[in-house]
Nanobody, 117 residues
């Protein structure tokens, strides 16, 4: 499996931007899909964006046009560029990796994003 470590969270005013990073250690080649999820206070964890090894990326409707997910295979890094942040984007953001070779998904520890004025 792989290990995931997120970074880049913090506090930002509405309309601001943040870029989250996820460092992937282990077998990058075994990964079939990489994604970002988030859990707002009192809410279940939900999908933000997911990209497959085939190159397609899907975004939650709530973030379309504002968030962009990217990856750098040479560095084994995944990024989530978040623009136009809103109060409702406040959450703990988690990096996720899936593989048909693993029994369970791999998850990072999460990074807090707070949008407040």
């Amino acid at each position: 499996q792989v290990q995931l470590v997120e970074s880049g969270g913090g506090s930002v005013q509405p309309g601001g931007s943040l870029r989250l990073s996820c460092a992937v250690s282990g077998s990058w080649a075994s990964i079939n899909a990489l994604g970002w999820y988030r859990r707002a206070p009192g809410q279940p964890r939900v999908l933000v964006a997911v990209g497959t090894s085939g190159g397609s990326t899907h975004y939650a409707d709530s973030v379309k046009g504002r968030f962009t997910m990217s990856r750098d295979s040479s560095k084994q890094m995944v990024y989530l560029q978040m623009n136009g942040l809103k109060y409702e984007d406040t959450a703990v953001y988690y990096c996720n990796a899936k593989s048909t070779s693993w029994r369970n998904d791999a998850w990072g520890q999460g990074t807090q994003v707070t949008v407040s004025s």
